[in-house]
């Protein structure tokens, strides 16, 4: 069984750095591809990164491409997304999310993954 719970969310200053976690528990990671996701109030759910378990290859959506970072850690069986230079565009709430695939790559498309978590809050303020 799939079992997705993030971890690392609060409340940083503008221009502070989060890392979310997300481990791997239920499932082997080569089989996945692994997402982020945020949603803030009244906003639609957005894909901002993704890593393909097969290939390792990854994605990043436009309003975040360069300031944050999704990475496998095989020793602890966990994605991390390294969060920099966050901005009040980017409090939310984030999810990390499975969709078995053993193909090449990866879709920050939320509606091709069936596995969630519950989500961790990240909030920017000064």
């Known amino acids: 069984e799939v079992q997705l719970v993030e971890s690392g969310g609060g409340s940083v200053q503008p221009g502070g750095s989060l890392r979310l976690s997300c481990p791997a528990a239920?499932?082997?990671?080569?089989?996945?591809?692994i997402g982020w996701f945020r949603q803030a109030p009244g906003k639609e759910r957005e894909g901002i990164s993704c890593?393909?378990?097969?290939?390792?290859?990854?994605q990043y959506g436009d309003s975040v491409r360069g300031r944050f970072a999704i990475s496998y850690n095989l020793a602890d069986n966990t994605v991390y997304l390294q969060m920099n230079s966050l901005t009040p565009e980017d409090p939310a709430t984030y999810y990390c999310?499975?969709?078995?695939?053993?193909?090449?790559?990866?879709?920050?498309?939320?509606?091709?993954?069936?596995?969630w978590g519950q989500g961790t809050q990240v909030t920017v303020s000064s």
């Open positions: 890593i393909s378990g097969s290939d390792g290859i990854v």
């Open positions: 999310a499975a969709r078995r695939s053993k193909l090449s790559g990866c879709t920050v498309l939320h509606g091709t993954y069936g596995d």
């Open positions: 239920g499932f082997t990671f080569d089989d996945y591809s």
